[in-house]
């Protein structure tokens, strides 16, 4: 079983199993899972049979029981962060612009903050306003970056000139 983090743990379907021959009359099984992965990560699943009679005794040891184990995976949740634009008349001073916006993905998840931090700045004419690190918590202040798959998009800082023409005095 595979999802995207989400908070919640991923437990493999209880109904997961098949049973190639039948039982005997009146025996009973229980099949549980042993793990659950919460986080991004991948764990192989383990299981557990216990097969009992009418009388609840444990009759597991009459059967031949044959488990493959499968694999219990959380990806990274995804998240695109846009850092913005800006533009200004030519005033000598210099342009940056650290806001940003999330723009695609799935988000943070409730009582998530994130920290973006954002490189750029222009005097003079055009650059690009980059994203140089994300960092993403939980509500107990524990990084947990790299519980998302993060992606960035770089807006742009402009310097506008206008042009002053100088005409002669008739």
């Known amino acids: 079983y595979t999802k995207v983090y989400d908070g919640i743990p991923l437990e493999s379907n209880p109904d997961g199993w098949t049973l190639k021959t039948p039982l005997m009359d009146g025996d009973s099984i229980f099949v549980s899972f042993k793990y659950t992965q919460t986080i991004p990560g991948k764990v192989q699943n383990a299981v557990s049979v216990t097969i009992v009679n009418s009388s609840n005794q444990n009759v597991t040891h009459l059967y031949k029981v044959k488990t493959t184990f499968g694999y219990l995976t ?3 949740r995804p998240i695109e962060i846009t850092a913005e634009s800006a533009s200004k008349e030519y005033d000598g001073t210099p342009l940056t612009c650290k806001e940003y916006q999330i723009t695609g993905g799935f988000g943070l998840l409730p009582g998530h903050t994130i920290e973006v931090e954002i490189e750029g700045e222009t005097i003079d004419g055009f650059s690009e306003n980059i994203i140089t690190k994300v960092s993403i918590y939980d ?6 970056t790299y519980y998302y798959y993060i992606s960035t998009i770089s807006g742009y800082l402009m310097i506008e000139y206008f042009l002053i023409e ?5």
């Open 74 to 76: 959380v990806t990274g």
């Open 166 to 170: 100088r005409r002669k005095r008739p």
């Open 139 to 144: 509500e107990s202040n524990h990084d947990i």
